[in-house]
């Protein structure tokens, strides 16, 4: 296990290993970028076509129901209502 050639092709293999990985993500990097590139060309900035007004999701809908909740509660307490 002390031979010199040894710890050297392990080394030459990290490397190469290595190095395989890094051109893998940036491949993946440029491949990204490329589709970020069309996304903004075909759609201007939007994420989806202009079809209409959109309709909130449900995790903002929750949020709402949320705060009218707290809202009705405060209220209640301003009145003096006990809950």
Do not use: H
């Not at 092709?9 to 993946?28: R, Y």
């Not at 996304?39 to 079809?51: K, S, V």
Request: with cysteine; charged share 20%; glycine share 12%.
């Amino acid at each position: 296990m002390t031979d010199p050639n040894f710890y050297f092709t392990a080394a030459v293999a990290g490397l190469a290993g290595l190095g395989m990985i890094c051109l893998a993500a940036l491949a993946g990097w440029r491949g990204w970028l490329t589709l970020k590139a069309q996304e903004l060309a075909t759609f201007g900035g939007r994420r989806e076509p202009n079809d209409g007004p959109s309709l909130p999701n449900a995790g903002a809908r929750i949020d709402i129901a949320d705060l009218k909740e707290r809202i009705r509660k405060l209220e209640a307490i301003a009145s003096g209502v006990d809950l």
